[in-house]
T-cell receptor, first 112, second 112 residues
Framework: AQKVTQAQTEISVVEKEDVTLDCVYE???????LFWYKQPPSGELVFLIR??????QNEISGRYSWNFQKSTSSFNFTITASQVVDSAVYFC?????????FGAGTRLTVKP | SQTIHQWPATLVQPVGSPLSLECTVE??????LYWYRQAAGRGLQLLFY??????ISSEVPQNLSASRPQDRQFILSSKKLLLSDSGFYLC???????????FGQGTRLTVV
């Protein structure tokens, strides 16, 4: 079965620092999809990005960027110039056949 | 637009009592439906997912069950709750296999 590892349990940064959240995955399939979600204190999960296994192009969206590297089975997420509102738990997820499985999450705290 | 409704938002139940959590989706047809559980400070555990009416895949053998009596209705049930069933339960839907999932507001269940 597929597996997602987010080794960083908690990260604390000061506002305006850049921060990278790591995600490493395991799968035996050649076709799969990777996701990042944000869970603010309210508890609701917010979708951030989806990537399929055939598209290794990195993506930037405002202060967010994602680095997908199949060679290292990683899909890392970087927040540039972090803000207090970025404080949340961030989850990486992997889907092979529609069964989306999540990592344990990384709690990011951005201090003013 | 599509919306997902999950209720109740909070629930306190005694050990041994039954459980029924309901989730409905509006604005789409034949969605993939998911139930996840998030224990305090932990990641999301996939409990059940369904690709169609009456089709339920169970991920974790336990005293919970799921049913999909209608296309856009997903129900999580238990005949007898255990203390270990406490957690944050999230329902989600996706348009097809391997597309992003959208989550409900969640139900915080406390078994006492």
């Amino acid at each position: 079965a597929q597996k997602v590892t987010q080794a960083q349990t908690e990260i604390s940064v000061v506002e305006k620092e850049d921060v990278t959240l790591d995600c490493v995955y395991e799968t035996r399939d050649t076709t799969y999809y990777l996701f990042w979600y944000k869970q603010p204190p309210s508890g609701e999960l917010v979708f951030l990005i989806r990537r399929n296994s055939f598209d290794e192009q990195n993506e930037i969206s405002g202060r967010y960027s994602w680095n997908f590297q199949k060679s290292t089975s990683s899909f890392n997420f970087t927040i540039t110039a972090s803000q207090v509102v970025d404080s949340a738990v961030y989850f990486c997820a992997l889907s092979e056949f529609g069964d989306m499985r999540f990592g344990a999450g990384t709690r990011l705290t951005v201090k003013p | 637009s599509q919306t997902i409704h999950q209720w109740p938002a909070t629930l306190v139940q005694p050990v041994g009592s039954p459980l029924s959590l309901e989730c409905t989706v509006e604005g789409t047809s034949n969605p993939n439906l998911y139930w996840y559980r998030q224990a305090a400070g932990r990641g999301l555990q996939l409990l059940f997912y369904s690709v169609g009416i009456g089709q339920i895949s169970s991920e974790v053998p336990q005293n919970l069950s799921a049913s999909r009596p209608q296309d856009r209705q997903f129900i999580l049930s238990s005949k007898k709750l255990l203390l270990s069933d406490s957690g944050f339960y999230l329902c989600a839907w996706s348009g097809s296999m391997n597309t992003e999932a959208f989550f409900g507001q969640g139900t915080r269940l406390t078994v006492v």
